[in-house]
């Protein structure tokens, strides 16, 4: 097949844009950006779509996430990890400098 501006200029469009896109959604939606993208560019976009219906994943620990837990930013795993975390620490210190600071 001849090389010629059309041929490069169907190429962008058929493989170039849907490797961008899926690379793209996978990078917001917290997964391999690269792999996406490759699938996204060997099929023809058809990648993009499997993407669209997966689930996006904490930034934090990769859990999968719901559309609700995303909105508002709430993720089980990582909120059982806190709590696990803040039963360490004492929630109220029992010194506080700026309440104890005289006025001039
Ligand atoms: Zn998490």
Not at 10 to 28: C, E, H, K, M, S
Not at 67 to 72: D, L, P, S
């Amino acid at each position: 097949m001849r090389v010629t501006a059309m041929s490069m200029f169907v190429d962008l469009v058929f493989f170039g844009i849907p490797g961008i896109a899926t690379g793209g959604l996978a990078y917001r939606k917290n997964r391999s950006a690269l792999a996406w993208g490759t699938l996204g560019f060997l099929s023809l976009g058809m990648a993009l779509i499997v993407l669209a219906f997966m689930p996006f994943r904490c930034e934090r620990c990769s859990n999968p996430l719901s559309n609700k837990q995303r909105r508002e930013k709430t993720c089980p795993a990582c909120e059982e990890l806190d709590q696990e975390v803040y039963a360490f620490i004492d929630p109220i210190p029992d010194y506080i400098p700026e309440s104890t600071r005289k006025l001039a």
